[in-house]
């Protein structure tokens, strides 16, 4: 068996192993099937294991930009991972994983996240639990009440406003130094602003899509950057409540609709986990936000047998919100001691007494605080892929 990187000439083989792993596509679905796996094998971004002529293991690198701390970074988003039937059990999910974190490292990815149907074979290669997307069930009465504190002109929107929506993503997400949510290209964008059963509105800060899920309604994304926007948008949606009794909409875990809704004595919320690894620990480091009156000044060691240029002593760093990790050189003291999984959890957030009652962190504890301090984050996820 061999990796190979596929493309468009190996369409029909990835169908093939999608299907053969997931089950058939929905034949009005397949038109965006191929809408959205086309670029990528065109842009490199699909890898297979090949015995002979048959595929039978894949996996997709979408092509994502991943908010830390309300700042933007390159994050590989792996997705379609599957293999054939008759090939489990017999390490290609491991060969085709490993293949898949280097390709990330050498599309210039420093972190990477996925949705997993299973944990176990993604925690023993680096990857950890770090955050969630949440969908939560809210009564659409509730929200026709919230009362616009303004006037804040909203209008229809469409692929023409591509270029506005992803400015509204990005400044929002950097004003509420928020971690986790990530966007997709303009692309696929201009698909999505597109659809023909989806209600589009764009405000100067903030904009929805939403469309009726049977006699309910469901928010794919509401983002707002004011509290005149997101009373505006919200009480929006909620005009429907003449005929939606609910509302199922994606939302961050404090997302402002729970403060503006006025009856709320219990919250019915959906979580979808993701996982998140550091694929370049000293680019990761680098990218990544962190709170502008935070000091870190630690050596830390890390063991990444997947990734061994991640692994060693390095000497991290944090000040005036901008991190660094550096190789440290002639430290003889015990340190804390990651594995990757570990690291990657820490980078998401996940407290230091966390992983060392977990077995992801060992050795002296004096700087957990202060780790905890510079890394601390609620990572959640707006996007399903």
Known sequence: MEIRILTVDDLDAVFDSRRRAFGPIPAGDLDDWRAQVVPTLAAGRYLGVVDGPRLV?????????????????????????????????????????????????????PVSALYPATTRIY????WEHAGAMHRATLPAEALRAIRPTEQVKIRRM????????????????????????????????????????????????????YRWDGRDIA??????????????????????????????????????VLWLIGERSHDLVKQTRWMFRVVDLPAAVAGRGFPA??????VVRVDDPQRPGNSGLWH???????GAARPAEGVRDAVPAFTAGGLSALYAGVPAATLRRAGLLSGPADADETLDAAFHAKPYSLDYF
Do not use: K
């Not at 933007?72 to 090939?87: D, F, Q, W, Y």
């Not at 009156?293 to 630690?298: E, I, S, Y």
């Open 57 to 109: 293991a894949t996996s997709r690198i979408n092509d994502f930009t991943q908010w830390w701390h309300g700042r933007p970074i390159s994050m590989g988003g792996v997705a379609s991972v599957t293999v054939a039937p008759e090939e489990r059990g017999r390490g290609v999910g491991r060969m085709i994983m490993n293949a898949t974190i280097d390709r990330c490292a050498a599309l210039g990815h």
């Open 123 to 126: 925690r023993s290669l680096g």
């Open 158 to 209: 469409g692929p023409d406003d591509v270029a506005e929506v992803l400015s509204v993503i990005g400044r929002t997400h950097a004003a509420a130094r928020a971690s986790g949510p990530l966007c997709r290209s303009e692309e696929t964008w201009r698909l999505w602003l597109a659809e023909e059963d989806d209600f589009l509105y764009l405000a100067d800060d903030g904009f929805v899509i």
């Open 219 to 256: 928010v794919d994304t509401l983002l707002a950057g004011s509290e005149a926007t997101a009373r505006t948008l919200w009480s929006l949606v909620g005009s429907s409540s003449s005929v939606a009794e609910s509302v199922h909409a994606v939302v961050a875990p404090d997302d402002p």
């Open 293 to 298: 009156n935070v000091t870190l000044d630690a």
């Open 316 to 322: 991290l760093s944090v000040a005036g919100g901008v």
